[in-house]
């Protein structure tokens, strides 16, 4: 249900500020998976570093191919560009397999810092393939490298600039692709209603609705923190969503606040009609829910259909709570609870004493969530950095179950920690990976204590 698209996290991860460091483990996944445009990855194994134009900034770029466009882009304005990188050897992604061939989309903003690939955008025209690089020395001195990376390593983006339209063309031209396809959407969900005999209520803004059960709490309202199960699907009734079936491994209420834009517009306005214990189904034409992006399996211009409970909004943490008690019941795991409600299984007493604030510490781990999912690991080779981790305890550099658990550890023990979402990532859960509110269950070992 978030709001923000699959392209907007493409882009993410191109800008190290805000990927390289914080969204670690979506970063391995697309590693993992993706390889560069080969043409220019060649074309930039031949030249070398010859050619290229270097920034006050530290980034240095080469332009290979030279458009047919005659102006560059401007702050506001808004291109699609073909994008890949690699680190070092490593490949990241490739937008054309992540996007399925297509462009992605970008709006101009002033670059982010040194190292920011949009300051290169803007000295290219449409037709332009260029070769952007930076290193990751720098990087390491801005504390955004990312763990894996060695020194002397490159960041190097291979990036066709495909389109540009101003910020003026761009909002015409979504105008009236929405007033276009909003009356094909009411026509395909009038015509529904008649099929199935339904009567469902219509907003002004095109949102249809019916309610099932009228909740007895308080109206929902902007800025209101509420907790909602729902289930997503399309008009032809396949799910795509859900946290209350198994299939789609987060059975969690979902929590938001409403109206701040966290989820997409349907959903900020329908949840508004709705007061606390109301159920209700909601009919999403495309320009409230996606529009015409793509997030597969959502194809651009979907339709989309939600049923949706409000829920009373307890503390999370006694949500988390009950959740492992139930786990640990149902496993027969004998856990030991903190009183900041992080459970822990001692597997092996290390040696010698705690580890203790401000000590850097070296560990193994693999992380998942309760269900079994594994999400990142140093120890297997699929997430392609099996080496120790490293950080300094206590310092904020890990999550907080992290920084309290293991200071319950000396030299190489071992534990499981089950650590609830408020000592891990909260409401805001991290990339694909991990939903809100989700609970992480780490299997560690402190391998060594720095002195």
């Known amino acids: 249900m978030k709001r923000t698209p699959k392209i907007a996290l493409l882009l993410g991860i191109l800008f190290m500020g805000l990927t390289l460091n914080s969204t670690y483990a979506q970063d391995k996944k697309a590693k993992k998976t993706t390889t560069p445009a080969k043409a220019q990855q060649k074309a930039a194994k031949k030249d070398d570093m010859s050619g290229f134009t270097k920034l006050a900034s530290g980034l240095m770029y080469k332009i290979v191919k030279h458009g047919q466009g005659t102006k560059k882009p401007q702050l506001t304005d808004h291109i699609e560009l073909n994008i890949s990188y690699t680190v070092g050897d490593s490949t990241i992604f490739d937008s054309r397999k992540m996007n399925n061939n297509k462009p992605v989309p970008l709006p101009i903003s002033k670059p982010r810092g040194n190292g920011d690939p949009i300051e290169v955008f803007m000295q290219m025209v449409v037709g332009d393939s260029a070769i952007i690089k930076y290193p990751v020395d720098s990087l390491k001195k801005m504390g955004q490298s990312p763990p894996w990376a060695k020194d002397g390593d490159m960041i190097t983006y291979y990036a066709t600039l495909v389109s540009l339209k101003t910020d003026e063309e761009e909002k015409k031209e979504a105008a009236e692709h929405y007033e276009k396809q909003k009356a094909i959407d009411d026509k395909i969900l009038q015509e529904y209603f008649t099929k199935n005999n339904i009567k469902a209520l219509k907003t002004e803004s095109g949102l249809y609705y019916t309610i099932s059960e009228v909740g007895k709490g308080e109206k929902v309202v902007s800025g209101k923190a509420i907790n909602v199960n729902y289930t997503g699907m399309f008009l032809d009734g396949k799910k795509f969503d859900s946290n209350t079936d198994s299939a789609f491994h987060h059975m969690q209420p979902f929590n938001l606040t409403v109206g701040k834009g966290s989820v997409i517009k349907g959903w900020d306005e329908g949840l ?35 049923d949706v409970e409000i829920l009373d909004l307890p503390d999370q943490s006694v949500i988390d709570d009950k959740i492992i008690q139930d786990y640990l019941a149902k496993n027969n795991i004998q856990a030991t609870k903190t009183a900041s409600g992080l ?39 699929k997430f392609n950095h ?33 650590i609830p979402s408020g000592l891990a990532y909260g409401t805001s859960g991290a990339g694909q990976a991990i939903p809100p509110n989700a609970i992480l269950l780490f299997e560690v070992e402190l391998v060594s204590i720095d002195k």
């Open 272 to 306: 508004q009609l709705l007061r606390i214990g109301s159920k209700a189904r909601f009919y999403i034409p495309s320009g409230l829910a996606y529009g015409s992006q793509d997030r597969s399996p959502i194809v651009p211009n979907s339709i989309l259909v939600f």
């Open 343 to 381: 459970y822990y299984v001692m597997k092996q007493k290390g040696l010698g004493p705690n580890a203790a604030p401000g000590k850097k510490v070296t560990m193994n781990y693999t992380g998942m969530t309760l269900d079994g999912n594994i999400f990142d690991s140093n120890t297997d080779p």
């Open 386 to 418: 099996v080496q120790p981790f490293q950080f300094t305890l206590a310092q904020g550099q890990v999550i907080k179950g992290w920084d309290e658990g293991v200071q319950l550890l000396n030299m190489g023990a071992r534990a499981t920690f089950i």
